[in-house]
């Protein structure tokens, strides 16, 4: 997560977001606010929300979750279903 190699950065992303890191959760934090390359800072911040746990979000009409907390929890984000392919984005 310190390379100064992009593509490492983000190979390091996909092996905590897998591995489900939560303790990594700060330092993700930290990447999203920070990482001078805004493809990683962005993936920093899908994958520290993943490894968060939240509340039971509220459900829409239908029983089905509102489209911004589909975002909110990168279920909508190409990295995301990369991940759950268990293949890295990279």
Same mark, same amino acid.
Request: hydrophobic share 45%; aromatic share 2%.
């Given at each position: 997560?310190? #390379?100064?190699?992009? #593509?490492?950065?983000?190979?390091?992303?996909?092996? *905590?977001?897998? @591995?489900?890191?939560?303790?990594?959760?700060?330092? @993700? @934090?930290?990447? !999203?606010?920070?990482?001078?390359? *805004?493809?990683?800072?962005?993936?920093?911040?899908?994958?520290?929300?993943? @490894?968060?746990?939240? !509340?039971?979000?509220?459900?829409?009409?239908?029983?089905?979750?509102?489209? !911004?907390?589909? *975002?909110?929890?990168?279920?909508?984000?190409?990295?995301?279903?990369?991940?759950?392919?268990?293949?890295?984005?990279?």
């Amino acid at each position: 997560l310190h #390379d100064a190699r992009s #593509d490492h950065r983000c190979a390091a992303l996909w092996i *905590v977001d897998l @591995l489900k890191l939560s303790a990594l959760t700060p330092r @993700l @934090l930290a990447m !999203a606010g920070s990482d001078p390359d *805004v493809r990683i800072a962005r993936i920093a911040a899908h994958v520290s929300r993943r @490894l968060t746990p939240t !509340a039971a979000p509220a459900t829409g009409a239908g029983g089905t979750k509102p489209a !911004a907390t589909e *975002v909110a929890e990168g279920s909508n984000s190409q990295f995301a279903a990369v991940a759950q392919a268990g293949e890295s984005p990279c």
